[in-house]
């Protein structure tokens, strides 16, 4: 009898399972490699800090960095972003007073 009750776990554990190959595989190994391959130019024009453990900036033509808890990222919306392709280092200006963008920093996202 005992071994009948656990046969009602397996739907859960196929779909925890489909959850991490989705979640972990197509969003975050694929987009990661998106925007390593990626030549970019663009600003930063919104945020999500959804899972309370990681902050997504996410870029105008759909891309997205993100920055975790432990990340020394210091971005806001309205930096702008520059990138070549092939590489996982990115410089981000900011804005000065005179609204002209201006080196802030370079980062490298892992």
Do not use: C
């Not at 972990?24 to 600003?43: A, D, P, R």
């Amino acid at each position: 009898m005992k071994a009948k009750s656990y046969y009602r776990f397996i739907p859960i554990l196929l779909g925890l399972i489909a959850f991490s190959y989705f979640y972990l595989y197509k969003f975050v190994y694929l987009g990661n490699k998106k925007f390593k391959e990626s030549s970019i130019n663009e600003k930063i024009i919104d945020s999500s800090n959804w899972p309370k453990r990681s902050t997504f900036y996410y870029l105008q033509h759909g891309l997205s960095v993100e920055q975790s808890v432990l990340d020394s990222l210091h971005l806001k919306i309205d930096d702008s972003i520059s990138k070549e392709a092939n590489t996982t280092e990115f410089n981000v200006y900011r804005k000065s007073k005179e609204g002209k963008y201006e080196f802030y920093k370079r980062y490298n996202s892992k």
